[in-house]
């Protein structure tokens, strides 16, 4: 294809695009749309974020397109952490030892919610410059805010309980680190990366990126080693397999999967990226739409490796495995040790990037939901990670906590996916922009059936002590 094929194509993709989209909201629209949450100023301006090169597929060679477009891809990357997690690892092992390729495809319908509920969360901040939490603020009263900060930092510290957790694991178990001085390097290591923010938003996610790039290459290693059935694994991927005992498995494969501190977290990242140009929003839609596919993509890859390389492995030889110590112990007998230290450096991988992630979450949870609220960005670093350090100092079962932190974000799951659908919702703050009504459907079937399975999560859990 020449360049000049390449500049037509995706000329006409834009042009498609255009004949969807609205197209972007004028200066005014997007004034009056603030201008009724009281805060017409900001709808426009974004501080000082510098302004990046339009889209325009008609201007210049493959590579300039390309770079244009590869200009506003990141944030997505840095959310798409919290779907490759540890909590990811303990449930994916579990339904691959025991079901083998039988819920792959429960990943990839979780990897569709996470598509479109991270698109609008997106847009949200694209359109309007301001986050998730910032507009709960606005719109919501004083009560309905104190509640959803509360639900909110409790969440960032669930998830930075099971991250911390994860990486103090892999430390344990390629270097044979203590569990609590492996989680304390893990804060550590999680605030060094978050200290990159000082030069520039663009550091952190390239260091958080290439944490992700490990995993996927460790995993590429495990199915290397492993040598799945790839036939049943495309079957198992398209046709939904249920059975008695396998209900459970899945319903946590999805709680572990959907997480509500990415989706306010989502809404803040792509400020960085904001131009106050009208036509440039539209742009930067597209753009991070192909960030959000590439990335959430990615993520499923990662997560249907952890069940392909677990049945592959332990289903096949019968072997039931119910927790992560005793997967790295048995990969290396059956596979080598290659297998097994791959295991251990895509864990501490996963630990050390989402743990970052969820902190940085924490960071906009708790200077957004409420007022006049001012703490300095190390103080709100520091309430994240302490409680879980302590926990993890007490040294309790790590699947068990990983269990417990699973549930806690469950109940936590509702407070982020309602606000998002009903402010992304309102003409008065997104403009031309505001879901669609085949939009709006389909984000509540999702939120009805994530609330509902997730619930299922919880009472499964304190009822029948479902560990998986």
Known sequence: MSAGDFDESLAAVHQGARSIDPGPPSASVVA????????????????????????????????????????????????????????????????????????IWVILWSNVFAIVLQTLSAKLGIVTGKSLP??????????VNWFLWVVGVVAAMATDLAEFLGGALGFYLL???????????????????????????????????????????SYVVELFLAKPEWD????????????????????????????PHVIFLHSHLVQSRRSQEAEAIRHHLFAEKVDVSVAMNIAFIINAAMVVVSAATFYARGLEIDSIELAHKTLEPLLGPLSAGAFGVALLASGLSSSAVGTLAGDVIMGGFVKGIAVPTWVKRLTTMLPALAIISLGLNPMRVLVLSQVTLSFALPAAIVPLLLITSRRDVMGPFTNSRPVRMVGWVIVGLVVLLNAALVVLTLVDGYTA
């Open 134 to 143: 910032e507009h709960c603020r606005e719109l919501f009263s004083a009560r």
């Open 32 to 103: 009056r749309g603030c201008a009724a949450s009281g805060s017409a100023a900001s709808a426009v301006a974004l501080g000082s974020a510098p302004a990046l090169p339009l889209l325009r597929p008609a201007e210049g060679t493959r590579r300039v397109a390309l770079a244009r477009v590869f200009a506003y891809l990141g944030p997505a990357f840095v959310v798409s952490v919290a779907y490759m997690d540890p909590g990811n690892f303990a449930t994916n092992i579990t339904a691959g030892s025991r079901f083998n390729y039988q819920l």
């Open 232 to 259: 049943r694994i495309a079957y198992h991927t398209l046709v939904p397999l249920l059975g008695r005992d396998s209900v459970l498995v899945a319903v946590g494969m999805l709680g572990a999967t959907v997480m």
């Open 175 to 217: 270097f044979g680190i203590p569990v609590t001085w492996g989680a304390l390097l893990t804060g550590i290591i999680s605030y060094l990366i978050l200290a990159l923010d000082r030069y520039g938003q663009r550091w952190v996610e390239l260091a958080i990126s290439a944490l992700v790039s490990v995993i996927s290459v």
